[in-house]
């Protein structure tokens, strides 16, 4: 019995030949073939030639396809004799009668390439599984990340006609009017912002950015509390920076409203200690996972991510913050391991179609005025990658004399919002309790 290296990876010569015989016999057929194929989806070289002389054409104001055109091409491109010669050329038109099966042919040509690139990847992972050079869960991440992309690269690309959309889309407004008030998205607590977002979106990457101090985990936090306990969906709290005890007794605090610092200390009434039962009883029953790894590599937390998604079925992940992950490329340059970890972030959002909330420091120099997309740390590419950036605002004098609820007002700038508006509202800080409400629940 042959070993599987000596097996003719997976090809289908007679519809090769048959879809470029379409081709030849009606150039509109191009068309439909681009939808599922690409020169590379060929396996005989001589195909993959024709195919391409025939792009070359098609790019060229759309210049029809025939036995002399394609000729032509392919001696101007050097390749004719290469190809089979005008005899292998006019021999394709004889293969099928008509054009009208492009599609089929088009479908057997992309599934054989697909079978070949699963067959590549593996054989990557085997070759890669025997070097114990490389630690397993980084194949493991490779392989993920590896088969994810070539789903991606072999969707078939479509259009719709309205008349198919408008039936949809009134369902959709029909929806969205006898809801009234219920927003897209994932609601984030604060009615004000989500009437300008409509709540974080599937596939999307959101920022929150702030200078140290203001607020920013507070923030996440109260949001992800809101989520997971008043609406009773799913999250994932992935903290670089806090233990996950640390973050329980913040939940645990702004929950009850009883000081963070009477929790630390211990010097609590006995009213308090009513409340943060009832606090924690809340919390036990909240769908929240808070997965707690410093200095975590952006490989584990992919990894982690998917796994959350598959077990528990999460619908938002909040990151703790983005420039305390840790790249897989060490050796490059800072900026351009933030970069990484921006893109991987909003592929993760896609990968998974659940909004990534991650938060980020701001530069230096944003202290004391108004940040502005510039001021997003160490580089551009997440003001570039993310579909949604907002920004935590404090007078600083107001921080050192926050001894009392009302020093804590705060403005949440919608800096930038790919789908909708950008405006600023004002929230409050209740610094005694590391929580954020509305100024209207507040009052």
């Not at 025939?66 to 293969?95: C, K, N, Q």
């Not at 959350?308 to 938002?316: E, N, T, V």
């Not at 997440?382 to 007002?409: C, N, P, W, Y």
């Amino acid at each position: 019995m042959a070993g599987l290296k000596d097996k003719i990876p997976p090809h289908n010569d007679e519809a090769e030949q048959a879809a470029l015989g379409a081709i030849l016999l009606d150039n509109d057929a191009i068309d439909v073939a681009l939808q599922f194929i690409k020169a590379a989806d060929f396996y005989s070289n001589a195909n993959r030639r024709v195919f391409e002389a025939v792009l070359n054409l098609y790019n060229q104001n759309r210049q029809k396809a025939d036995i002399i055109t394609v000729v032509a091409e392919l001696r101007s491109m050097g390749e004719l004799d290469r190809t089979g010669g005008p005899a292998y050329v006019a021999s394709l038109t004889s293969v099928v009668p008509s054009a009208a099966n492009i599609d089929y042919y088009a479908k057997i040509i992309q599934d054989c390439s697909l079978r070949r690139a699963l067959l590549k990847v593996s054989g990557e992972v085997s070759a890669r599984s025997f070097d114990e050079s490389v630690e397993s869960r980084v194949v493991l991440e490779e392989t993920q990340q590896k088969v994810f992309e070539l789903s991606e690269s072999r969707q078939t690309i479509t259009y719709t006609s309205t008349h198919d959309l408008m039936p949809r889309a009134i369902e959709m407004i029909e929806k969205l009017y006898h809801s009234k008030g219920e927003f897209t998205g994932i609601p984030s607590g604060f009615d004000e912002l989500d009437r300008l977002t409509s709540g974080f979106q599937d596939s999307e990457l959101a920022i929150i950015g702030a200078r140290p101090s203001v607020g920013k985990t507070a923030l996440a936090l109260t949001m992800a509390a809101s989520i997971t306990m008043e609406k009773k969906i799913p999250a994932a709290f992935f903290s670089l920076e806090m233990s996950d005890i640390a973050l329980a007794l913040r939940l645990i605090s702004m929950q009850a409203m009883v000081e963070s610092q009477k929790i630390r200390s211990g010097f609590l009434k006995p009213e308090e200690f009513g409340k943060i039962t009832t606090a924690m009883a809340r919390i036990y029953e909240a769908p929240l996972y808070i997965v707690d790894i410093p200095g975590m590599k952006l490989l584990d937390l992919r990894a982690q991510a998917r796994r959350l998604r598959s077990k528990h079925d999460i619908k938002i992940l909040f990151v703790d913050y983005l420039t305390l992950i840790t790249s897989d490329n060490y050796y490059i340059p800072r900026h351009e391991q933030i970069a990484e970890i921006s893109r991987s972030l909003k592929g993760l959002a896609r990968e998974l179609n659940i909004p990534v909330v991650a938060l980020s420091q701001l530069r230096r120099d944003a202290e004391g005025k108004m940040p502005n997309l510039a001021d997003i740390r160490e580089s551009g590419s997440i003001e570039q990658d993310a579909d949604l950036v907002m920004f935590l605002h404090r007078q600083r004098e107001s921080d050192q004399k926050a001894g009392t609820e009302g020093d804590g007002k705060t403005q949440l700038i919608i800096a930038k919002q790919r789908n909708g508006p950008v405006g600023t509202l004002d929230i409050m800080f209740l610094p005694r309790f590391a929580r954020f409400v509305s100024l209207a629940r507040h009052a």
